[in-house]
Nanobody, 117 residues
Framework: QVRLVESGGGLVQPGGSLRLSCVAD???????MSWYRQPPGGERDFVAH????????NYADSVKGRFTISRDNTKNTIFLQMNDLSPEDTAVYFC???????????WGQGTQVTVST
């Protein structure tokens, strides 16, 4: 069992930046990590993914060039740097840890990001 806690969300104006963090209570070196988001009234969608060692990342088309996912396995933490935010980025952002077994799939409680004037 891995407990994930996201932080760093908040209210930001369009064009602004936020950095989200996700801290695990266990070593995450064997887990692929991802960020997802769920807009108001919408479904939970993929945002970004990073492999166990951080050598490979991939992103949803809607955030490419603006968002950067990274990880620090020594601190059991992953990050999502979000730049040039727009109102369409408003959502609850969730951290996900996925191991090799299907049962090794963990979610955080989410952090709210609101982009508005």
């Amino acid at each position: 069992q891995v407990r994930l806690v996201e932080s760093g969300g908040g209210l930001v104006q369009p064009g602004g930046s936020l950095r989200l963090s996700c801290v695990a209570d266990a070593f995450i070196g064997s887990y692929a990590m991802s960020w997802y988001r769920q807009p108001p009234g919408g479904e939970r969608d993929f945002v970004a993914h990073i492999t166990t060692t951080g050598t490979t990342t991939n992103y949803a088309d809607s955030v490419k060039g603006r968002f950067t996912i990274s990880r620090d396995n020594t601190k059991n933490t992953i990050f999502l740097q979000m730049n040039d935010l727009s109102p369409e980025d408003t959502a609850v952002y969730f951290c996900n840890a996925r191991g090799e077994c299907a049962s090794d799939n963990y979610w955080g409680q989410g952090t709210q990001v609101t982009v508005s004037t």
